[in-house]
Every structure is written in structure tokens, then in C-alpha cells.
């Protein structure tokens, strides 16, 4: 049920990019002469690696360019080094990489105290906006909370 | 410097102590960033999804900004230029580069074999600190950064960098057909720009879901099209199926990701426990509402490990789906064209403008859907003097 007998000239640009031509779309396997060569490339010069850069076995190295800040530190440093042990393909590289960053938000708030600064944790998830725009969810999390709380209490009270 | 910080899911901050970028490649440019903008794909990274984020990453692969210092190898550009940067990180020499696949760059990312290098999208996609500062590196300037057009409006232009793009390639992965009716699952800014480009195509129809009213009116204004809140479908497939003749959509474009709301099953799974990358449920409806023999496009971000969608559907149907990062580089004189003769508006979707030290609060309006956000750019002080 095509719907070319319509009238679209309200909106401008109709059609304007339809090209018979281009089918299938994008993306085609658009053939070079590369094709098949493997990496054969002029690789772009190298970045010197300043930083420990842990790269995915799926390759033979690192890419010609590459992130520096946050390299792998602390006990999240090993286990992302541990995960790189496995290929893209295996979901314990994900899921072990997942872990890491959850220690490496502990490590975070550590490495703030270490510093001095402590996290406004209010302020960092955006507390500000949330009185600003949502007063009535913010009660109702603040009286969430405070319930499971006194909850949580008279259980405790009630073992006792 | 000053620049987003990010300190685990749902904890961001603006940070006065980030270290200023240096060269690093002689390919390398420093950009003085006057406009980024958070993504809806950074709030996987917000909420802790992505896997190999790690604590101190600043997030951004949209911005633009005014090139403060080049690497001895780069000719293109030079101090000063205002410049629009893909989130691409493209080599140009690779043969993925060679033939136009500049999001699948093969020299760019080291920890990931299976995407390119994004600024500022965790390690998984390189390792790159992004735009949410006031300075950032940019690897391959000579490649990837453009120049952006005198006349052009600055607020288009730093929406040239993904939203755009990723929109109008989601259409053009469709291989829309004069008259074909295309569904768009997701009303975010990239659903919006996709629907708006379904009709450059030629498409006879345009239908846009989600759940958000406020995004659901503007996409209907903005882009011309049907638009149905899910929640009051009930079954989403049936209704498309029953809108459309009984046959199913020509295209379905997901454009909504990991995050999609709607099914409880993917929603615990996906998002809450983490069992696959995300929940897939518009991939699913996608899926099971196109017409056999018809096109699936997902620009829709999943995380690199595995999720439930109905597979036995894809061969039973003969569905091709499509799927990639944009390559912006290659799609960019064609969207200039279209911004430059009117036909498309992309600065009209940005609703919020806010300062970067507030970063945090930009995150949670995004986020939470707070004051009607459909867009915020973030813009450093040296831009607002």
C-alpha cells in the first residue's frame, strides 16, 4: 500500500535523497583493491605509550593512536589487566571489566578523602535540579527511604 | 583546567584540577571547546553500563570548538580555525577508513577490536578523554575535524558532530523506498532527526513511539509524523501490525538503545541486573512489527555482550537488518546542504543551555526527563564571555 499518490509538499525536502541507484543503502561492501590483504596499510606513526595501555588480544597490538588519562591502578588495575586476558568474544572480559569499574568507584571515593575532598555526593548526582524540577519524587524517595529505615529498625529491635 | 568528572554511576561533578590535554601524536590538535553537548548515549556511561569506565573519564563526543594547538604533521588545520569534530576517531588510512567506514577505524581504539575510537566514551572505545571541558585532544586532526562553514550557526554545526548524522544514517540504512511506511522507535534527539529524514528518502509515512509525551508532541511538530505513546497501545506490534494493512512497517529504525523502557522482563534484566547489554525491547518490537522482508536499522547503542532478541524471526521473516556507528565524516557535505538550505533545522532540538560547572545537574535533567530536557549543550566559560 505505497502512498506515493500523496501530496508531500509540505514538507520540505521530499524525497530529495531517494536515489534508485542506492540500494541496498549504506553500509555496502564498498570493494578496494585492500580488500583480502589483511593490514596492509601505511600505518599512521606510532604514539609513544607513556602509560601502561592494555589492548584487546583480538589484535597484535596497539592502535597507532590512543587514550592516556586513567591507565589501570589498584586492585581495579588487575582485574581489567586480568580481563584483558580473554577476547572481546567471552563474557567474563565484560563482566570482569564491569567489577573493576565498581572497585574503581570505592577507589574513587578513597582517592578523594586521600586528597582532602570530600565527595558532595548530593551535588554530584545533581540534587540541585532535582529540588529545582522534582520536589514532589524527591519526597516521595526521601519518604521511601525514611520508611524502609524505620522498617529496617523496629526489625532489628523486634530480633533483639 | 575545567572539566566533567565522572565518579561512578549517577556521580558526576565539574572538576577545576583536570590536567590540560597535551600533544601526544604528531598527528594530534588541541581544541579550546566552545559548545558540547551531553548525548543520550552518555547516560549509558552515567549510569554505569559500559563497560571499562573508569573513575576520573571525562565524557563528550559532540562538541566544537577553536583549535589552540596542532601537532607537527597536521596540514589541514591551523590556530585558530573553528572546528566541528566527528565523535569518530578515524585514522583515514585503514581500509575500513578507505571505504567510508569511519566509525569502524581499525587504528583508533586498543582495547576493542569491534568499534572505532569515541571521544570520551570509556576504554572500551579507546580510552579518550571528550569534549565536556574546556580543552580537549583530538587524534587524526587532520582527518576528522571540519571546518565549520562561516555562515553557519554554531548550534547547528555541534549538532553536525553526531545527532544529525547518526539520524540521517539510521534512515539511510533503511533504504527507504518512495512510499514506504517507516517506524522510528525512541523520540530522543536521534529518533527525532531520524524521523525528520525518513521523509528526504521519500518515505510515506513516518511513525514515531515512545512513552514521553513532551518528546512525543515535539517529534510530531518538529518532523511532521504519526506519534503513539506505547503505554496506552498495550501491544505495540499488534497496533502496527493493524495500521499497517496487517503486513508490518517497511523500516523500523531503533533508536532507542540499551535503555528502552516497556517490557518488564528486558528491563530487569537489561538495566537493573545486567544479565545482557541493556534492554532490548525496542530491537524486539522492531523486529517483530517490520514487514517480512523488510529492513531493520539500529543505531540504537547496546553494550558488547549479548541480549535477548528474537532471532528465530530475523530468518523466519527474511528481515536484513543494518547496523553501525555513523560515519559522520562522509555524511557531512550532505547534511551541510540540507542545514544550509533549510530543509533541516537540526539547532531546534536543543533545549537546555547550560553552563559547565553545572554539569552534574545537566546530567540528572537529562537523565531523569526533568523540565521537559530533549537536548542540553554544555558551554565552557571562555565561551560565554
Same mark, same amino acid.
Given at each position: 500500500?505505497?502512498?506515493?499518490?500523496?501530496?508531500? *509538499?509540505?514538507?520540505?525536502?521530499?524525497?530529495?535523497?531517494?536515489?534508485?541507484?542506492?540500494?541496498?543503502?549504506?553500509?555496502?561492501?564498498?570493494?578496494?583493491?585492500?580488500?583480502?590483504?589483511?593490514?596492509?596499510?601505511? #600505518?599512521?606513526?606510532?604514539?609513544?605509550?607513556?602509560?601502561?595501555?592494555?589492548?584487546?588480544?583480538?589484535?597484535?597490538?596497539?592502535?597507532?593512536?590512543?587514550?592516556?588519562?586513567?591507565?589501570?591502578?589498584?586492585?581495579?588495575?588487575?582485574? #581489567? #589487566?586480568?580481563? /584483558?586476558?580473554? *577476547?572481546?568474544?567471552?563474557?567474563?572480559?565484560?563482566?570482569?571489566?564491569?567489577?573493576?569499574?565498581?572497585?574503581?568507584?570505592?577507589?574513587?571515593?578513597?582517592?578523594?578523602?586521600?586528597?582532602?575532598? /570530600?565527595?558532595?555526593?548530593? *551535588?554530584?548526582?545533581?540534587?540541585?535540579?532535582?529540588?529545582?524540577?522534582?520536589?514532589?519524587?524527591?519526597?516521595?524517595?526521601?519518604?521511601?527511604?525514611?520508611?524502609?529505615?524505620?522498617?529496617?529498625?523496629? /526489625?532489628? #529491635?523486634?530480633?533483639? | 583546567?575545567?572539566?566533567?568528572?565522572?565518579?561512578?554511576?549517577?556521580?558526576?561533578?565539574?572538576?577545576?584540577?583536570?590536567?590540560?590535554?597535551?600533544?601526544?601524536?604528531?598527528?594530534?590538535?588541541?581544541?579550546?571547546?566552545?559548545?558540547?553537548?551531553?548525548?543520550?548515549?552518555?547516560?549509558?556511561?552515567?549510569?554505569?553500563?559500559?563497560?571499562?569506565?573508569?573513575?576520573?573519564?571525562?565524557?563528550?563526543?559532540?562538541?566544537?570548538?577553536?583549535?589552540?594547538?596542532?601537532?607537527?604533521?597536521?596540514?589541514? !588545520?591551523?590556530?585558530?580555525?573553528?572546528?566541528?569534530?566527528?565523535?569518530?576517531?578515524?585514522?583515514?588510512?585503514?581500509?575500513?577508513?578507505?571505504?567510508?567506514?569511519?566509525?569502524?577505524?581499525?587504528?583508533?581504539?586498543?582495547?576493542?577490536?569491534?568499534?572505532?575510537?569515541?571521544?570520551?566514551?570509556?576504554?572500551?572505545?579507546?580510552?579518550?578523554?571528550?569534549?565536556?571541558?574546556?580543552?580537549?585532544?583530538?587524534?587524526?586532526?587532520?582527518?576528522?575535524?571540519?571546518?565549520?562553514?562561516?555562515?553557519?550557526?554554531?548550534?547547528?554545526?555541534?549538532?553536525?558532530?553526531?545527532?544529525?548524522?547518526?539520524?540521517?544514517?539510521?534512515?539511510?540504512?533503511?533504504?527507504?523506498?518512495?512510499?514506504?511506511?517507516?517506524?522510528?522507535?525512541?523520540?530522543?534527539?536521534?529518533?527525532?532527526?531520524?524521523?525528520?529524514?525518513?521523509?528526504?528518502?521519500?518515505?510515506?509515512?513516518?511513525?514515531?513511539?515512545?512513552?514521553?509525551?513532551?518528546? &512525543?508532541?515535539?517529534?510530531?511538530?518538529?518532523?511532521?509524523?504519526?506519534?503513539?505513546?506505547?503505554? @496506552?497501545?498495550?501491544?505495540?506490534?499488534?497496533?502496527?501490525?493493524?495500521?499497517?494493512?496487517? &503486513?508490518?512497517?517497511?523500516?523500523?529504525?531503533?533508536?532507542?538503545?540499551?535503555?528502552?523502557?516497556?517490557?518488564?522482563?528486558?528491563?530487569?534484566?537489561?538495566?537493573? !541486573?545486567?544479565?545482557?547489554?541493556? @534492554?532490548?525491547?525496542?530491537?524486539?518490537?522492531?523486529?517483530? @512489527?517490520?514487514?517480512?522482508?523488510?529492513?531493520?536499522?539500529?543505531?540504537?547503542?547496546?553494550?558488547?555482550?549479548?541480549?535477548?532478541?528474537?532471532?528465530?524471526?530475523?530468518?523466519?521473516?527474511?528481515?536484513?537488518?543494518?547496523?553501525?556507528?555513523?560515519?559522520?565524516?562522509?555524511?557531512?557535505?550532505?547534511?551541510?546542504?540540507?542545514?544550509?538550505?533549510?530543509?533541516? @533545522?537540526?539547532?531546534?532540538?536543543?533545549?537546555?543551555?547550560?553552563?559547565?560547572?553545572?554539569?552534574?545537574?545537566?546530567?540528572?535533567?537529562?537523565?531523569?526527563?526533568?523540565?521537559?530536557?530533549?537536548?542540553?549543550?554544555?558551554?565552557?566559560?571562555?565561551?560565554?564571555?
Amino acid at each position: 500500500m505505497k502512498k506515493t499518490a500523496q501530496d508531500y *509538499s509540505h514538507i520540505n525536502g521530499w524525497g530529495i535523497d531517494a536515489d534508485p541507484l542506492d540500494v541496498p543503502a549504506y553500509p555496502m561492501k564498498k570493494r578496494t583493491e585492500n580488500d583480502n590483504k589483511g593490514m596492509i596499510w601505511e #600505518r599512521p606513526p606510532q604514539q609513544p605509550e607513556l602509560v601502561e595501555v592494555l589492548h584487546s588480544n583480538e589484535r597484535p597490538g596497539l592502535t597507532a593512536v590512543f587514550g592516556t588519562p586513567n591507565p589501570p591502578k589498584g586492585l581495579s588495575g588487575k582485574i #581489567r #589487566r586480568y580481563a /584483558f586476558k580473554y *577476547s572481546e568474544s567471552m563474557i567474563r572480559h565484560w563482566l570482569l571489566l564491569l567489577v573493576a569499574d565498581r572497585v574503581n568507584m570505592i577507589e574513587g571515593i578513597h582517592e578523594d578523602i586521600n586528597k582532602g575532598h /570530600f565527595p558532595d555526593v548530593f *551535588s554530584e548526582l545533581g540534587g540541585k535540579s532535582e529540588m529545582k524540577y522534582n520536589k514532589v519524587g524527591l519526597t516521595r524517595k526521601i519518604a521511601l527511604g525514611a520508611g524502609i529505615a524505620v522498617l529496617a529498625i523496629a /526489625f532489628l #529491635r523486634t530480633r533483639r | 583546567m575545567l572539566a566533567m568528572n565522572y565518579r561512578g554511576p549517577y556521580r558526576v561533578r565539574a572538576d577545576r584540577s583536570k590536567p590540560m590535554p597535551k600533544i601526544e601524536h604528531s598527528g594530534d590538535a588541541i581544541v579550546r571547546v566552545t559548545r558540547s553537548c551531553i548525548c543520550g548515549s552518555d547516560l549509558h556511561l552515567y549510569h554505569g553500563m559500559v563497560p571499562d569506565t573508569r573513575v576520573g573519564t571525562t565524557f563528550g563526543h559532540e562538541f566544537i570548538g577553536v583549535v589552540e594547538e596542532i601537532g607537527d604533521a597536521v596540514q589541514n !588545520l591551523k590556530v585558530g580555525d573553528n572546528v566541528l569534530v566527528p565523535f569518530n576517531i578515524a585514522c583515514g588510512k585503514c581500509v575500513f577508513c578507505e571505504q567510508g567506514l569511519f566509525g569502524n577505524c581499525h587504528e583508533s581504539n586498543p582495547e576493542a577490536t569491534a568499534v572505532g575510537g569515541i571521544f570520551g566514551y570509556s576504554h572500551t572505545a579507546g580510552g579518550f578523554d571528550g569534549g565536556q571541558a574546556e580543552y580537549v585532544r583530538v587524534p587524526y586532526a587532520d582527518v576528522g575535524p571540519m571546518i565549520i562553514p562561516d555562515n553557519m550557526d554554531h548550534d547547528d554545526a555541534v549538532l553536525l558532530t553526531d545527532v544529525f548524522p547518526t539520524g540521517y544514517q539510521a534512515a539511510e540504512m533503511g533504504g527507504i523506498k518512495p512510499g514506504d511506511t517507516v517506524v522510528v522507535f525512541g523520540a530522543g534527539p536521534v529518533g527525532i532527526m531520524a524521523a525528520k529524514s525518513a521523509w528526504l528518502f521519500g518515505a510515506g509515512r513516518v511513525i514515531v513511539i515512545d512513552h514521553l509525551e513532551y518528546r &512525543l508532541e515535539f517529534v510530531k511538530n518538529y518532523a511532521q509524523c504519526e506519534v503513539y505513546n506505547f503505554r @496506552s497501545l498495550g501491544d505495540v506490534v499488534l497496533f502496527l501490525k493493524k495500521t499497517t494493512d496487517w &503486513l508490518g512497517a517497511d523500516v523500523c529504525i531503533d533508536a532507542v538503545g540499551c535503555e528502552a523502557a516497556g517490557d518488564a522482563m528486558q528491563t530487569i534484566t537489561g538495566r537493573k !541486573l545486567m544479565l545482557q547489554s541493556g @534492554s532490548a525491547t525496542a530491537l524486539h518490537w522492531a523486529i517483530n @512489527s517490520v514487514k517480512k522482508g523488510g529492513i531493520v536499522s539500529i543505531v540504537g547503542v547496546y553494550g558488547p555482550t549479548g541480549n535477548l532478541i528474537p532471532i528465530g524471526n530475523v530468518v523466519n521473516k527474511g528481515i536484513t537488518i543494518r547496523a553501525n556507528q555513523a560515519s559522520v565524516k562522509r555524511l557531512l557535505p550532505k547534511l551541510i546542504d540540507h542545514i544550509q538550505s533549510g530543509r533541516v @533545522s537540526p539547532k531546534d532540538i536543543i533545549t537546555h543551555r547550560i553552563p559547565l560547572e553545572e554539569v552534574s545537574d545537566a546530567y540528572h535533567i537529562f537523565s531523569a526527563k526533568l523540565d521537559n530536557c530533549i537536548k542540553p549543550i554544555l558551554i565552557p566559560p571562555s565561551a560565554r564571555k
